[in-house]
């Protein structure tokens, strides 16, 4: 292959392949940086860049999440690449992701190496990898294919060396090259509303040379690059090809994988997307209503990928209201009252606004470092939902006898609240059989108001149902 431009660039690789296979481990021995510490449960949770010098030449990298829910910002990432490496641990071989991440590199058909990692770990066997390797229908070198493989340890180091040699050996292949004279262009590949810089956005130029003061287009994005920084944070008047850069001076948050380019203002279609006015929404019982929050704007569409695998009770559904990076704001909590929705924030907190306006109209905010942990509490809160929750549950753990339509019955609140005198659903499992009035109720044989969570009493109730140990009183 001829190169069209007179300059050679270095070769920009993303990382791909199964959650804990040790991708950021691996390019945390390459550049001598602890990234996998910093990510809360060990999971990279948002594409980060990164540039270093073997054998006197640069290479940068992109370090994509492993999980299943991230697809998309790997597929993006592959796009942004000139060559892969596919990271497979040879204890847990070839996995759901594994098979993923073999689709996306054939299909955009991007050269790669295949990093068989944890070599340094006993009783492991690289032969069954590359059968099973096979069996997804990549055929490495040795086992009746040409793909290159490197056998690594992220723990000791052993492999490393070679493994950048055959990277720079695949790009080489490519004759990787930009022109100097071209406007300068490149992909966006974070984005996020930081507190004290304002709008910063991660790209790597792939052509010409951005440099401070010129006017980028990223999409619907624009405006002035006021500051460059490199992947250290260290302020650059200039970025060239392959380089990581950090741009600051956009007037809104580019997306994802957006090509970003210098251009003019007069170029610019369209005007920034504005916050929807607050409208009132009427109650719905069986829709679980969401305003995402999150710190960066890859991590937002991950969170929204996860959402749509949510268990919710038979005729619920999730619906959205609004999404957006940074941190939880006062407007976010009026949209939530309005909307009668829960702020689902990923890496954010509220400001004191947000949180004072919340507490004064019981707003919930559920905040988390780990999207699974969110996901899991929407599944908890759309399951009592589910059982009719309102106000208060409580399980019956005993009969006392019943004369007419009034029973005595023993049970636990297991949440809300009980009050005396209230009405109630009388539910068998899912199955809702009567209802009921509780005429008196009582704990540790007194007289009470109400019996609230986690506590026991007995109540004097009337119902024509005859309520059974197990049973569930649902107060609405």
């Not at 010129?214 to 994005?221: C, H, R, T, V, W």
């Not at 990928?305 to 919710?312: A, N």
């Not at 019981?362 to 589910?386: M, P």
């Not at 339509?405 to 023993?410: L, N």
């Amino acid at each position: 292959m001829t190169s069209v431009y007179p300059e050679k660039r270095s070769p920009v690789i993303v990382v791909m392949g199964h959650v804990d296979h040790g991708k950021t481990s691996l390019l945390d021995y390459i550049r001598k940086a602890n990234v996998a510490a910093k990510e809360a449960g060990a999971i990279t949770q948002s594409i980060g860049a990164y540039e270093i010098i073997h054998n006197e030449k640069r290479i940068t990298f992109i370090d994509t999440p492993g999980h299943e829910a991230f697809s998309k910002m790997r597929t993006r990432g592959a796009k942004v690449a000139d060559v892969a490496i596919l990271v497979v641990a040879v204890d847990d071989s070839v996995q759901p992701q594994t098979k993923e991440a073999i689709k996306i590199i054939q299909d955009t058909k991007i050269p790669f190496v295949v990093a068989i990692n944890k070599i340094d770990k006993t009783n492991v066997s690289i032969e069954k990898v590359k059968a099973d390797l096979a069996q997804a229908g990549l055929l490495l070198e040795g086992y009746g294919g040409n793909t290159t493989w490197q056998g690594v340890s992220a723990k000791t180091g052993e492999g490393v060396n070679e493994l950048l040699d055959l990277l720079l050996l695949s790009a080489d292949m490519e004759d990787l090259s930009w022109d100097p004279k071209a406007p300068a262009k490149g992909f966006i590949i974070e984005s996020r509303r930081d507190s004290k810089k304002g709008i910063t956005a991660v790209a790597v130029v792939k052509n010409g040379v951005l440099k401070t003061g010129d006017f980028l287009i990223a999409g619907s994005a624009h405006g002035k690059a006021k500051s460059l920084e490199d992947f250290t944070g260290k302020k650059i008047k200039e970025a060239v090809p392959s380089s990581p850069v950090l741009i600051l001076g956009l007037e809104t948050l580019p997306a994802v994988g957006e090509t970003i380019a210098v251009g003019k203002a007069e170029d610019v279609k369209g005007s920034a997307q504005t916050r929807k006015p607050v409208t009132a929404q009427p109650i719905d019982e069986k829709t679980v209503r969401l305003i995402l929050k999150s710190d960066v704007s890859g991590s937002l569409e991950a969170l929204h990928q996860v959402l749509k695998g949510t268990r919710l009770p038979e005729g619920f559904k999730l619906e959205v209201m609004e999404e957006s990076v940074g941190e939880i704001t006062d407007g976010d909590i009026k949209m939530a009252i309005a909307s009668h929705a829960l702020i689902i924030g990923f890496n954010v907190e509220p400001n004191k606004a947000a949180l004072s306006l919340a507490k004064n109209n019981e707003t919930q905010i559920i905040t988390s470092e780990i999207i699974y942990d969110l996901v899991k509490k929407i599944e908890e809160l759309a399951l009592n939902l589910g059982r009719g929750m309102a106000k208060g549950d409580l399980e019956i753990l005993a009969t006392f006898g019943k004369k007419g339509k009034v029973q005595i019955v023993g049970g636990k609140v297991i949440m809300g609240e009980i009050p005396n005198h209230s009405n109630v659903k009388i539910k068998r499992g899912e199955q809702e059989l009567g209802m009921g009035k509780i005429i008196n109720t009582q704990s540790n044989k007194k007289d009470v108001q109400k019996i609230p969570v986690g506590s026991e009493g007995g109540l004097l109730i009337e119902s024509e149902t005859l309520i059974q140990v197990g049973d569930h009183l649902i107060y609405s």
